[in-house]
């Protein structure tokens, strides 16, 4: 593990019989991990997190996150909790934890917050993007985060295929791993576009909530209509046809990206604590 080179003032540690709720706002590369959620003997963010945690406060907790991502994928908006009988102010979970955290993690601001809330549950909507480095020869400067494709995207074609997207849709054809934890495999998507800067082809998604590998698998598919290796009307009978892994090949984790979780208030709004304490890192 690699640690900042600056080593902050951590006030010493007071525990509380009252415990409080804290969430972070966290980054992370998800290159090195296998996914977000912990796994005997394998590395993970919330491994990471835990760690962290424990040398800050010295207990040992849990933490809970809004989106579960999977192995390699990539978070710049990730939101976790966990309650502590710690006194440290937020300014102390900002530059503690991230002291303590590997290089390719980091916490970018801290939040006390009403008992009450849940940041899976309370969760509004998610934002994903993929990337896509569309060009006749790969970069290497952009290997692990951006999905090489040499063949031309036709970003049009795909923009109307994602159309079918928009609204509440039984999108079992766009997933896998789908168990039986999962009651409903009826999702809502408030917006899908495909846009293209140059070379660099970013494919966002906005809704409720997603399946397992909902959007690899949506962008494997919108690749193949780019590629005009499949038509917008055979995108469209595919999600019809509510069947999983019809949709064909998933697209690598590592062009996927956690962007952000909205919530029906700002956090600013949803603190227990005076305004004036809530402190952000440097987004």
Known sequence: MVLSAVTPEIEPVIYSAITTKIVLVIEYSGTRYHGFQLQAN?????????????????ERLRVMAASRTDTGVHARGQVVSFRTGSAHTTQTFISGLNYYLPRDIAVKAAYGIHDSFNVRRDAVSREYQYHILNSVTRSPLKEGLFHHVSGR?????????????????????FASDIGPEIKSTVREIYRAEVKRNGE???????????????????VGALIRVGLRKMSGSEFSSIMNAKKSGLAGPTAPAFGLYLMQVNYASPFEELASINRDSIVKGEL
């Open 42 to 58: 394998l590395p993970t963010v919330q491994g990471e997190l835990e760690k962290a945690i424990w040398k800050l406060t010295g």
């Open 153 to 173: 995207l036709e970003v049009d074609a795909m923009n109307q295929a994602c159309q079918a997207l928009i609204g509440k849709h039984d999108f079992a054809s």
């Open 200 to 218: 660099l082809v970013v494919v966002s998604m906005v809704a409720n909530a997603f399946l397992p590998h909902q959007v690899r698998v949506t």
